[in-house]
T-cell receptor
Framework: DSGVTQTPKHLITATGQRVTLRCSPRSGDLSVYWYQQSLDQGLQFLIQYYNGEERAKGNILERFSAQQFPDLHSELNLSSLELGDSALYFC?????????????FGPGTRLTVL | AQKITQTQPGMFVQEKEAVTLDCTYDTSDPSYGLFWYKQPSSGEMIFLIYQGSYDQQNATEGRYSLNFQKARKSANLVISASQLGDSAMYFCAMREGGYGQNFVFGPGTRLSVLP
């Protein structure tokens, strides 16, 4: 158990809908990362927050948004869902925001868009 | 543009032997970080090891070491004394610069450890 929690574990929804994925980092970790893993596109980095502020942006679509709240939990909002958004979404946390900081991953949320 | 290549889609190794998983990268940024992750069949992602481009020594973490050859732009992962639990997908990744930069992942190598 990494100490990072993600909810829900599974999510099934329809095209055009909007969903919210939640991540609680390990106690004391200030940085949160979001990744998407799909069969088509492999692993992709979406976005990183550090202590409530956006630190880095990757291949995140405009239909997707994220935020990190004062209690350091983070949410990833996916809207106007398409079939291609079906993927495993990982959250990870680290103490700081630096490259050398070990990232601890949550178990992931498996999103299925029908 | 950043690019990561992992040329071995699958590898087999006998238990207790060492194995090297290849990773080459392409970047024009002198400052970058290299990462290895493990994903067992259960699906969770595990961060293994990190190497900075300016680090003088190869990174090591227990049985994992990173064979960093900067001139060749390679960052191979070496696993010593393989265990059955090492069977998994292994991903190499790179992040250019410092903060604010994207991670780019390779396609992965599936390692199978044979008893």
């Amino acid at each position: 158990d990494s100490g990072v929690t993600q909810t829900p574990k599974h999510l099934i929804t329809a095209t055009g809908q909007r969903v919210t994925l939640r991540c609680s980092p390990r106690s004391g970790d200030l940085s949160v990362y979001w990744y998407q893993q799909s069969l088509d596109q492999g692993l992709q980095f979406l976005i990183q927050y550090y202590n409530g502020e956006e630190r880095a942006k990757g291949n995140i679509l405009e239909r997707f948004s994220a935020q990190q709240f004062p209690d350091l939990h983070s949410e990833l909002n996916l809207s106007s869902l398409e079939l291609g958004d079906s993927a495993l979404y990982f959250c990870a946390s680290s103490v700081g925001g630096g490259n050398g900081d070990t990232q601890y991953f949550g178990p992931g949320t498996r999103l299925t868009v029908l | 543009a950043q690019k990561i290549t992992q040329t071995q889609p699958g590898m087999f190794v006998q238990e207790k032997e060492a194995v090297t998983l290849d990773c080459t990268y392409d970047t024009s940024d002198p400052s970058y970080g290299l990462f290895w992750y493990k994903q067992p069949s259960s699906g969770e992602m595990i961060f293994l090891i990190y190497q900075g481009s300016y680090d003088q020594q190869n990174a090591t973490e227990g049985r994992y070491s990173l064979n960093f050859q900067k001139a060749r732009k390679s960052a191979n992962l070496v696993i010593s004394a393989s265990q059955l639990g090492d069977s998994a997908m292994y991903f190499c990744a790179m992040r250019e610069g410092g903060y604010g930069q994207n991670f780019v992942f390779g396609p992965g190598t599936r390692l199978s450890v044979l008893p």
